[in-house]
C-alpha cells in the first residue's frame, strides 16, 4: 500500500490518513445503560448461525478477539454452551458475559470469530476500533449495570443494528493508484476498482458480493440440527465474578436454600501459616515480563486432587499468554468442577503487564469479599508475590430451560496467586451425596481447608514453571 511523501505508514487495521478518511465516529449509549452484542442475527432451519454482517478483515481479527476474551467478565458459569457450527455439536462455546463499559456481549461473540470467522456486529466492531484495540479500565457501576442487562434485570440500550458510520468521502475521479479502500467507505457507481471488493467496503447497488463469512457453510448432516437458542443452558447466571446480582429465578431459589448459602456468610477464616514456604519467590523490580505459558491443561494432569481424577479436560483458553482449563462432573450424586486460569496480563500490552496483574489482583480480592457467595477470604504467605484464599459456596443452575433448571451447591475454595505479571486463579468446588429439595440440589460440601490446600498444591506447581 503506497503512502502520500512524508506520511508514515498506518497499521493494517487503519483507515486511510487525512481528513476525508478518518474514523466514523462509534455511537455512545445514553448513561446509566449499555449496548448489547447478539452472537448472531438468527437461526437457520438448520439450527446454525445466520448473520448478514461484513467479514472481519483478517488484520482485524486476532486484536479484536484479543479485546473482546480480555474485557472483563461480569458472569461466568461452570458450563459450556453447545457449538452450534460443530459437526459433534460439542460443548466448548463459553457461559461468560463481557464489558468494557460501552457494550455487554457474551463470551460467543469471541469464540465464533475465533474459531469460524464469524463476525460481529458492525457498531461493536467499529466501537473496538476507535478505542484503538485498547480495553478501557471499567468502572464498578458500569460491571453492575452489565450484570443487570446481562440477567435480564435492565433493558439495554437501542442497539444500534441500523447504525451506519457515515462513509469517508471517495476522492474524485477515484482511489489513486495503489490506496486502499478505508474500511466502511461505500463505493459510488461508476468508480468501482478493479478486482474484488475490498473487505469491509459498502456494495455499490447491483454489485455481486465478495467472498466472505456471511452464511458460514452447512457440514454434511446439518440439516438434522434441531435449533439450539443462546438460553439453552441457564448456567450462564450462575456464578458472578464482577457484580453482585443475578437473575430473579436464582436468587429467590438461593434465598429460600440451605445454610450453605446463608447464616455464615460474617464467619471470618483466621490467617494461615505460609501453605508452602519454599514457594516464595519475590519477583524483583526488573523481572522481565513473562509472555508464555506452557499447556497446564496437559501437564497438571498429575497433580491433581483424588476427586478430580478420571474426568475430562476442557481446555477454555489455549493461547500461550493465558491458559484456561476446567474440571468438570455434575451428576444427581455429586458435582465437582475445579478451574484453573493462569494469565500472564500481557495481552492487550505487554509495558502494562505487571501492573494490570496488580489490578487483577485487587479486584480479585474485593470479588472475593463478596458474602453471596463467600464465607470469608484470607491472605497467604509464601506464595508468590502475594496471594490470598477465600472460602467459596457456588451455585450451578442447569437445566434445559429455566422453569426445569435446578440448582446444585458446590463448596470449597478460590487461591489467587500473583506473581510478577502472572495471575493464577484456582477454585476448587465440589460437593458429594446430594439431595433434591425442589429446585435445589445440596449436598456436602468439600472442607475449607481441603480446597485450600489442594488448590495451594496447584499453584505451587504451576509457580515451579515459571521463569
Known amino acids: 500500500m503506497s503512502q502520500p511523501p512524508g506520511m508514515p505508514p498506518p497499521p493494517p487495521w487503519s483507515p486511510q490518513p487525512g481528513p476525508a478518511f478518518g474514523p466514523a465516529p462509534a455511537p455512545v449509549p445514553p448513561p446509566g445503560t449499555l449496548f448489547q452484542a447478539k452472537p448472531y442475527d438468527s437461526t437457520g432451519p438448520d439450527g446454525r448461525p445466520v448473520v448478514d454482517r461484513p467479514p472481519v478483515p483478517d488484520a482485524l481479527r486476532d486484536p479484536l478477539v484479543r479485546y473482546l476474551e480480555s474485557a472483563p467478565v461480569v458472569l461466568a458459569a461452570h458450563s459450556y454452551d453447545t457449538d452450534l457450527l460443530a459437526d459433534d455439536r460439542r460443548a466448548a462455546v463459553p457461559l461468560t458475559f463481557h464489558t468494557d463499559g460501552t457494550w455487554v456481549w457474551q463470551g460467543s461473540v469471541a469464540y465464533y470469530l475465533k474459531t469460524y470467522g464469524l463476525p460481529p456486529e458492525p457498531a461493536l466492531v467499529a466501537h473496538v476500533q476507535a478505542a484503538g484495540f485498547q480495553v478501557p479500565k471499567v468502572s464498578d457501576e458500569a460491571q453492575n449495570i452489565a450484570v443487570r442487562i446481562s440477567t435480564g434485570q435492565q433493558e439495554a440500550a437501542q442497539p444500534p443494528s441500523a447504525f451506519t458510520p457515515p462513509a469517508p468521502a471517495f476522492p474524485p475521479g477515484g482511489m489513486p493508484p495503489g490506496v486502499g479502500m478505508p474500511p466502511g467507505a461505500a463505493i459510488p457507481p461508476g468508480a468501482m476498482p478493479p478486482g474484488p471488493v475490498p473487505p469491509g467496503a459498502a456494495m455499490p447497488p447491483g454489485a455481486v458480493p465478495p467472498p466472505g463469512m456471511v452464511h458460514p457453510p452447512s457440514p454434511a448432516g446439518g440439516g438434522k440440527r434441531a435449533a439450539v437458542g443462546i438460553i439453552s443452558v441457564i448456567a450462564a447466571i450462575a456464578v458472578l465474578l464482577g ?225
Open 243 to 467: 457484580g453482585k446480582a443475578i437473575s430473579g429465578a436464582v436468587r429467590k431459589e438461593v434465598r429460600g436454600g440451605s445454610s450453605s448459602s446463608s447464616g455464615d456468610t460474617n464467619v471470618s477464616v483466621p490467617d494461615a501459616p505460609s501453605l508452602n514456604p519454599s514457594a516464595s519467590a519475590s519477583a524483583s523490580p526488573q523481572a522481565a515480563v513473562v509472555t508464555s505459558l506452557p499447556d497446564y491443561c496437559k501437564g497438571l494432569r498429575n497433580s491433581l486432587p483424588a476427586k478430580v481424577r478420571g474426568i475430562r479436560v476442557d481446555t477454555i483458553t489455549s493461547d500461550a499468554d493465558r491458559r484456561s482449563c476446567q474440571w468438570k462432573r455434575l451428576t444427581a450424586v455429586n458435582g465437582r468442577n475445579l478451574d484453573v486460569v493462569v494469565n500472564t496480563n500481557a495481552t492487550v500490552n505487554p509495558k502494562n503487564a505487571l501492573e494490570d496483574a496488580k489490578e487483577e489482583f485487587g479486584r480479585a480480592w474485593e470479588h472475593a469479599g463478596d458474602p453471596e457467595f463467600h464465607k470469608g477470604r484470607e491472605r497467604l504467605t509464601g506464595l508468590g508475590d502475594e496471594a490470598f484464599a477465600s472460602h467459596q459456596v457456588s451455585p450451578i443452575t442447569y437445566g434445559p430451560d429455566e422453569a426445569r433448571a435446578k440448582t446444585y451447591w458446590l463448596g470449597g475454595a478460590q487461591v489467587f496467586v500473583r506473581k510478577g505479571n502472572v495471575t493464577i486463579d484456582i477454585t476448587w468446588t465440589a460437593a458429594d451425596a446430594y439431595r433434591t429439595r425442589g429446585k435445589l440440589v445440596q449436598g456436602t460440601n468439600l472442607p475449607y481447608k481441603t480446597a485450600k490446600k489442594q488448590a495451594a498444591d496447584i499453584a505451587t506447581k504451576i509457580l515451579a514453571t515459571l521463569k
